[in-house]
């Protein structure tokens, strides 16, 4: 899939999304720049969704598919992935959307300026429902980063502390698909195993904003990211003392009663 010079494939993979797919799209085909297409997947979706990806592929730069069988998250995700032809590419949660006109210029700077730059990653929005903020997630890193320790903080914390990534190079990754067996932090998994002949990059922006609704899944993917940090430790290499393996129960401990808290807020301030 290739729509004229677009070098930068944004991917929206979609189910029963007609609340909010169309303010993803539109936050793509604001970007200020011309080389970005959009492919739509839907993943059987029983709502309005289908009616209103067919409506949105009628704009040149956006094609819309259907799977032909529903599809759980990860495979949904290599799926989606396989069809990438484009130099860059970013996978975007239908119910997220880009918070700048400028973030996939300002990342793709970054990788043209350095082609050892395989992901670049950045600040981001959290917000609510009706786009209202709730709070900013902060990388406390600007410029290249060590992804190595960084993955070893995710599993000493529980924490995904990449965060979404605004552009990953597609050469970079093309040998190392989404696994399967981490459903909640493949992402995690791929971020380190991504950095490992190359640089992680960060932009000190909100330039994604990450949405909180009744209707996703993220207050139940939070829960199992902690769960699968064991996982990836061993997957990347990641040798932790006992001791360290205390404090990593610990510090998921932690880090899930901190999120207990934020979605207490959550439901009081909606």
Request: with cysteine; net charge positive.
């Amino acid at each position: 899939m290739t729509t004229g010079s677009a070098d930068i494939t944004v991917l929206i993979p979609v189910r029963n999304g007609a609340n909010f797919v169309e303010e993803a799209v539109a936050s793509v085909l604001e970007q200020d720049i011309d080389s970005v297409q959009v492919l739509l997947s839907d993943n059987q979706s029983t709502d309005a969704t289908p009616a209103i990806l067919e409506r949105l592929s009628r704009e040149p730069r956006v094609t819309a598919i259907r799977q032909p069988v529903a599809l759980s998250r990860v495979p949904h995700f290599n799926a989606c992935r396989s069809r990438v032809t484009t130099d860059y590419y970013l996978l975007l949660c239908h119910d997220d959307y880009l918070a700048s006109r400028d973030a996939l210029r300002s990342a793709r700077e970054v990788m043209l300026g350095d082609p050892s730059v395989h992901a670049v990653y950045c600040d981001m929005m959290y917000v609510d429902a009706r786009r209202r903020p709730i709070a900013r997630h902060r990388g406390n890193r600007s410029g290249v980063f060590d992804a190595r320790k960084v993955g070893r903080d995710c599993v000493m914390t529980g924490r995904n502390l990449f965060g979404i990534p605004l552009l990953m190079r597609t050469s970079a990754v093309r040998e190392l698909p989404y696994e399967e067996s981490l459903p909640y932090s493949a992402d995690v998994d791929l971020a380190i195993a991504s950095a490992a002949g190359g640089k992680a990059y960060h932009l000190p922006r909100p330039l994604i904003a990450n949405r909180y609704h009744t209707s996703n899944d993220t207050w139940h993917e939070l829960t199992w990211i902690s769960n699968e940090m064991p996982r990836i430790a061993q997957r990347q290499g990641i040798s932790l003392s006992p001791s360290e393996r205390a404090q990593a129960v610990l510090g998921r401990w932690l880090t899930t009663a901190a999120r207990l808290l934020f979605r207490a807020y959550i439901r009081v301030r909606r």
